[in-house]
């Protein structure tokens, strides 16, 4: 259950451009702080430039503020069809959620009157075409949508070559299309070879770069996502977004200091414009996800705490067309990571659930009491936390919610393992974790691989401990505990150069840090007898 998830406070602040303090801002944003877009519409002249901008935050996921400039563009051109062809691509958050039956409505709304506008040039009837695909009447899926659309962008891709525009949309809907566990990756891929295209033409393209990101974030392709990170965030650094979209590969290739620098930024950079009323504010709780993530594994456990007790200090943040609680998210999810990064049993088994939570969320806060309570020998509290995560399951499936019920299927089985171990039964326990570890390899995740290992660990095995750990490596490299367990592994199985090396890792890696973990503390003292 991983997530991918020290600037000064006036360093933070010059990382976003400078914007007045009140009123309508979109006309203060230049294409330095948003991005390089050419999309030429046969509006009226005026609007020109406010389309283009509307476009760049669209490409930067700043949905509220790239809908409120495609109507006032619809307000200042009655007659501007791409306008309302813009409204309902705001609607769809095509990487973040699958818009609900009224936004469907709206967004089919929209895209009947572009089409009553009759636009003047093929190229944007096409557009406007192509978005019909998505929000066409029926009851069909999201996936079958999301498809259409996409096959739609790629005959414009193929029509228009020269339109950098319809390539970085076409790039887009290949990955809102892509299939369940496609452990190939075909569509990343191809995605990833039409915009390299672009990137290698138009390097200031926030939604290249950006869509290049998501290409490649997974650990097999992460290494070439490097270059778009790189940029993105100073293509256009106004945005949020684009300030902590980078992290995702940073995040992947364990890159602690380069991930904490651009989720600081876009914290900040968030709040600055929450403050002028500008749309997003909930986005930073992502980006704090990011952060804890970051501060666990470079020694840094007094800045998380720092940013748990400042969620609970905020009040609750409700945003239009938002139905997840990214409070109420990070009040769950952070202190079961801090208790569980730490090996903090004890916490673990003693975390309640927030208040009104989705059932979800209390799945989340029920697994990481039940791993606590296993690993701290109380099998006891270890099942009822386990019958309580089966009743959320039931309680899931139940509502229909599959994704959602599925998810706690592996969370049950680690928790079994560890109940397994605990009751003496570690051959059980070995073969469940090692079908989760299995099922991680083919889908490109990481974190079974090391609970198995800590498992073998425990278990006096340290060649396979060592295995499994190094295995786990290979797709989150840095990590703290990975890199502890595979020294100490090391170390138990005799095999000093390659413990030394890996402590010598950990403690670079949280190199500059005050942290007091004993972990860290025995790495730096046996490095200082050698």
């Given at each position: 259950?991983?997530?991918?998830?020290?600037?000064?406070?006036?360093?933070?602040?010059?990382c976003?451009?400078l914007?007045?303090?009140e009123g309508?801002?979109h006309?203060?944003?230049?294409?330095?702080q948003?991005g390089?877009?050419?999309?030429?519409?046969s509006c009226?002249?005026?609007?020109?430039?406010?389309?283009e901008?509307?476009v760049?935050l669209?490409?930067?996921?700043?949905?509220?503020?790239?809908?409120?400039?495609f109507?006032q563009?619809?307000?200042d051109d009655?007659?501007?069809?791409?306008?309302?062809?813009?409204?309902?691509?705001s609607?769809?958050h095509q990487?973040?959620?699958?818009?609900?039956?009224?936004?469907?409505?709206?967004?089919?709304?929209?895209?009947?009157?572009?089409?009553?506008?009759?636009?003047?040039?093929?190229?944007?009837?096409n557009?406007?075409?192509a978005?019909?695909?998505?929000y066409?009447k029926?009851?069909?899926?999201?996936?079958?949508?999301a498809?259409a659309?996409?096959k739609?962008?790629?005959?414009?891709?193929q029509r228009?070559?020269?339109?950098?525009?319809a390539?970085?949309?076409?790039?887009?809907?290949?990955?809102?299309?892509e299939?369940?566990?496609?452990?190939?990756?075909?569509k990343?891929?191809?995605?990833?070879?039409?915009l390299?295209?672009v990137?290698?033409?138009?390097?200031?393209?926030?939604?290249?770069?950006?869509?290049?990101i998501?290409?490649?974030?997974?650990?097999?392709?992460?290494?070439?996502?490097?270059?778009?990170?790189?940029?993105y965030?100073?293509?256009?650094?106004a945005a949020?977004?684009?300030l902590?979209?980078?992290s995702?590969?940073?995040?992947?290739?364990g890159?602690?200091?380069d991930d904490?620098?651009?989720n600081l930024?876009?914290?900040?950079?968030t709040?600055?414009t929450?403050?002028?009323?500008?749309?997003?504010?909930s986005?930073?709780f992502?980006?704090?996800d990011?952060?804890?993530?970051?501060?666990?594994?470079?020694?840094?456990?007094?800045e998380v705490?720092?940013i748990i007790?400042?969620?609970?200090a905020?009040?609750?943040i409700?945003?239009?067309g938002?139905?997840?609680?990214?409070?109420?998210?990070?009040?769950t999810w952070?202190?079961v990571?801090?208790?569980?990064?730490?090996?903090?049993?004890?916490?673990?088994?003693?975390?309640?659930?927030?208040?009104?939570?989705?059932p979800?969320?209390?799945?989340?806060?029920?697994?990481?009491?039940a791993?606590g309570?296993?690993?701290s020998?109380?099998?006891?509290?270890?099942?009822?936390?386990?019958?309580?995560?089966?009743?959320?399951?039931?309680?899931?499936?139940?509502?229909?919610n599959?994704?959602?019920?599925?998810?706690?299927?592996?969370?049950l089985q680690?928790?079994r393992a560890w109940?397994a171990?605990a009751?003496?039964?570690d051959?059980?326990a070995?073969?469940?974790?090692r079908?989760?570890?299995?099922?991680e390899?083919a889908?490109?995740?990481?974190?079974?691989?090391e609970m198995?290992?800590?498992?073998l660990l425990e278990?006096?095995?340290p060649d396979?401990?060592?295995?499994e750990?190094?295995?786990?490596?290979?797709?989150?490299?840095n990590r703290?505990?990975g890199?502890y367990?595979?020294?100490?592994?090391a170390?138990?199985?005799?095999?000093?150069?390659?413990a030394n090396?890996?402590?010598?890792?950990?403690?670079?890696?949280?190199?500059?840090?005050?942290s007091?973990?004993?972990?860290?503390?025995?790495?730096?003292?046996?490095l200082?007898?050698?």
């Open positions: 259950m991983k997530t991918f998830k020290l600037l000064s406070l006036t360093s933070l602040i010059l976003v451009p914007l007045a303090d309508h801002h006309d203060e944003m230049t294409v330095q948003l390089t877009v050419h999309f030429p519409v009226a002249a005026s609007v020109q430039k406010p389309f901008r509307g760049a669209l490409h930067s996921f700043w949905y509220e503020e790239a809908k409120k400039e109507e563009v619809a307000k009655p007659s501007c069809a791409m306008a309302h062809w813009g409204v309902a691509m609607l769809w990487l973040w959620n699958e818009p609900d039956a009224a936004t469907l409505k709206t967004g089919r709304k929209e895209i009947k009157k572009a089409k009553s506008l009759h636009p003047e040039t093929d190229r944007e009837r557009y406007i075409a978005a019909d695909k998505f066409a029926g009851k069909h899926e999201h996936r079958a949508r498809e659309y996409s739609a962008m790629e005959t414009m891709y228009y070559p020269d339109d950098r525009e390539a970085a949309f076409y790039g887009l809907s290949l990955l809102a299309s299939p369940e566990k496609d452990k190939d990756f075909v990343r891929k191809k995605a990833g070879s039409v390299e295209k990137f290698a033409e138009e390097p200031d393209h926030p939604g290249v770069a950006h869509y290049l998501h290409s490649y974030d997974t650990p097999q392709l992460a290494a070439l996502g490097l270059p778009a990170a790189r940029r965030a100073k293509i256009a650094p949020p977004h684009a902590h979209m980078p995702h590969i940073f995040a992947r290739l890159l602690w200091q904490i620098d651009s930024a876009s914290v900040a950079a709040r600055k929450a403050a002028m009323h500008m749309g997003g504010e986005h930073q992502h980006a704090m990011f952060l804890v993530y970051a501060y666990l594994q470079s020694g840094r456990e007094a705490k720092r007790d400042e969620v609970k905020m009040a609750p409700k945003e239009e938002m139905d997840f609680d990214g409070r109420a998210y990070s009040l952070f202190p990571t801090e208790a569980l990064e730490l090996h903090h049993w004890s916490e673990a088994a003693a975390l309640e659930p927030v208040p009104d939570a989705k979800a969320m209390r799945g989340i806060t029920y697994w990481a009491r791993i309570a296993a690993r020998n109380d099998l006891q509290a270890a099942r009822k936390d386990v019958e309580e995560l089966e009743a959320i399951q039931k309680a899931l499936q139940s509502d229909h599959k994704y959602e019920a599925e998810s706690i299927t592996d969370s680690q928790a109940i171990h009751e003496g039964n051959q059980h070995v073969e469940m974790l079908t989760l570890a299995e099922k390899d889908s490109g995740a990481s974190g079974n691989h198995l290992g800590d498992l278990m006096n095995r396979q401990a060592l295995t750990y190094e295995a786990d490596l290979k797709t989150a490299p703290f505990n890199l367990g595979s020294a100490r592994a170390e138990m199985a005799d095999k000093s150069e390659k090396s890996y402590y010598a890792q950990l403690v670079k890696v949280c190199d500059g840090s005050n007091d973990r004993p972990e860290l503390s025995r790495a730096k003292a046996l200082a007898q050698k």
